[in-house]
């Protein structure tokens, strides 16, 4: 299994985003900690028709607050939970016409901030939350394809991390949760954002990244998905951003090529094996270690691709690891399987 933790401020490894024209969001505690004083409303009954929006986006904007406060998992979060306000805050962040941009921006935070608490995301999920936050995602591609993506990075960012993080949970797997998202729209809907980030906000593609990581995991249609899309070539055209992009999209390669010969027959011949080749040649340890693990696993399950392996000078290319002491074991095995099969 290779799903990712829940994150609350981030990893480390992956850098914090600070969506332009924010107001706090990102690590969004920067202006110190919100009062414990406020109370969750009541009533919440009537909290997705006002027709007041600036109104709505305000109490999303204080909800934000409120949930990153210290006492939250254990006194305020709770108390959210036992009230209606879930299911209204997912009523909010249903796409369609009535979708209000300011409204759903902070009340995905909300959601957000929820989910990282680990409270009790078994009853998001069983209120619907990945089917929602699913389909808002497909409109948001769907947006970025319509040019209508003024601002878009502000919504898509906790979305994603929303998803990202309740695929993590127990409960996605004993509700059926992942049913809800096991359609192929969500894979290419996450491309097509992946490449909007690429051209305009570069910092996002971690999110989308750890998004896909989480989907291919452990689960065998969606790796499908990548395959029947022709998506590997698009998926290693992003290699060369960053060192922490590199070790995402080696992760997800290493999750497809682990589901067997079937699927590593779709991964090679192609141009991967001359990509790995190029990532051997970084010195980022990580971003090499993961390099080293995707060829084992096509050794493993792609014999032939060890022979093309070495006629493409792969013995050179990890001859510059072996002194590397975190590396060193993983180049000798690999370099033995190469050789000797």
Known sequence: ??????????????????????????ERGSSGQPSSRLAVPRDT???????????????????????????????????????????????????????????????????????????????????????????????????????????LELLVCPVLRCLSNLLTE???????????????????SLFILLQFFLQKQPSLLPEGLWLLNNLTANSPSFCTSLLSLDLIEPLL????????????????????????????????????????LDTLAFSDTEVVGQTLELLQLLFLYRPETAQAFLQQSGLQALKRHEEEAQLQDRVHALQQTALHG
């Open 45 to 151: 009954a009537d909290l997705h028709q006002s027709p007041h929006q600036t109104v709505l986006e305000a109490l999303g904007y204080a909800l934000s607050q409120l949930l990153q406060a210290k006492e939250a998992p254990e006194k305020i979060i709770p108390s959210v939970l036992g009230s209606t306000l879930p299911q209204h805050m997912l009523q909010l962040l249903q796409p369609g016409p009535k979708l209000n941009p300011g409204v759903a921006v902070e009340f995905a935070w909300c959601l957000h901030y929820i989910i990282c608490s680990q409270v009790n995301n078994a009853l998001l999920i069983t209120h619907g939350a990945l089917s929602t936050l699913g389909l808002l995602l497909l409109d948001l591609a769907g947006a970025v394809q319509r040019s209508e993506d003024a601002g």
């Open 237 to 276: 055209q992003l290699l060369p951003v960053s060192n922490v992009v590199s070790v995402l999209v080696l992760t997800v390669l290493c999750n497809v090529a682990e589901k067997g010969p079937a699927y590593c027959w779709h991964l090679w011949p192609g141009p991967l094996l001359s990509s790995l």
């Open 170 to 188: 127990p409960a996605v797997d004993a509700v059926g949760g992942q049913m809800e998202l096991r359609d192929e729209r969500i894979v290419a």
């Open 1 to 26: 299994m290779r799903g990712l933790d829940p994150r609350g401020s981030r990893d480390p490894a992956v850098p914090v985003v600070s969506p332009a024209g924010d107001r706090g969001k990102g």
